[in-house]
T-cell receptor, first 111, second 115 residues
Framework: KNEVEQSPQNLTAQEGEFITINCSYS?????LHWLQQHPGGGIVSLFM???GKKKHGRLIATINIQEKHSSLHITASHPRDSAVYIC?????????????FGTGTRLKVLA | DAGITQSPRHKVTETGTPVTLRCHQT?????MYWYRQDPGHGLRLIHY???????DKGEVSDGYSVSRSKTEDFLLTLESATSSQTSVYFC??????????????FGPGTRLTVT
């Protein structure tokens, strides 16, 4: 079982739909990171959070530390949101950090 | 965007040849990382550096070496390339963020094909 699991693996939505991508992890973490990988391959940092909720434009990220779960929501989705969304967690072990990535959720938003 | 460049962006090489990938940053960040990305595996850490001449292994370091002689440059070397090293390689940088970890900024990637 992967330490970081994302669901769904693939998602197709119509423009305007509300989208939710989930990330569950099995390790104790100090922070969780949402990243976006564009179709051209570039990777962009979206959010880094350790508790609660963060919002940036149409993107909202939440985390529940007790349940070891985070969600990334996209409101009023648009074709330009089509990308792979990657969840990564920072696990702190004996003073050193280990950065663990999920395998990503591939989102396609149709016009 | 963070100032990170990778070179080359694409390379095709033959099995057994040495290959060096370069990551260059203009942000003066302390930490630099090399990852490989393969279908079904997500990003995996190869090596990282926490300062000039200070490096450590990641989870998939076999067959790779690194060097960092200047803050701005982090080199990844495949001493004798194998077909299993065909991948997309990403460099990343970060600086310490108190309390919650290290937000990383990624380079554009290098697509390496070993034939």
């Amino acid at each position: 079982k992967n330490e970081v699991e994302q669901s769904p693996q693939n998602l197709t939505a119509q423009e305007g739909e509300f989208i939710t991508i989930n990330c569950s992890y099995s390790v104790g973490i100090s922070a969780l990171h949402w990243l976006q990988q564009h179709p051209g391959g570039g990777i962009v940092s979206l959010f880094m959070l350790s508790s609660g909720k963060k919002k940036h434009g149409r993107l909202i990220a939440t985390i529940n530390i007790q349940e070891k779960h985070s969600s990334l929501h996209i409101t009023a989705s648009h074709p330009r949101d089509s990308a792979v969304y990657i969840c990564a967690v920072w696990e702190r072990i004996s003073g050193t950090y280990k950065y663990i990535f999920g395998t990503g959720t591939r989102l396609k938003v149709l016009a | 965007d963070a100032g990170i460049t990778q070179s080359p962006r694409h390379k095709v090489t033959e099995t057994g040849t040495p290959v060096t990938l370069r990551c260059h940053q203009t942000e003066n960040h302390r930490y630099m990382y090399w990852y490989r990305q393969d279908p079904g595996h997500g990003l995996r850490l190869i090596h990282y550096s926490y300062g000039v001449k200070d490096t450590d292994k990641g989870e998939v370091s076999d067959g790779y070496s690194v060097s960092r002689s200047k803050t701005e440059d982090f080199l990844l070397t495949l001493e004798s390339a194998t077909s299993s090293q065909t991948s997309v390689y990403f460099c990343a940088i970060s600086d310490y963020m108190t309390g919650i970890g290290f937000e990383q900024y990624f380079g554009p990637g290098t697509r390496l094909t070993v034939t």
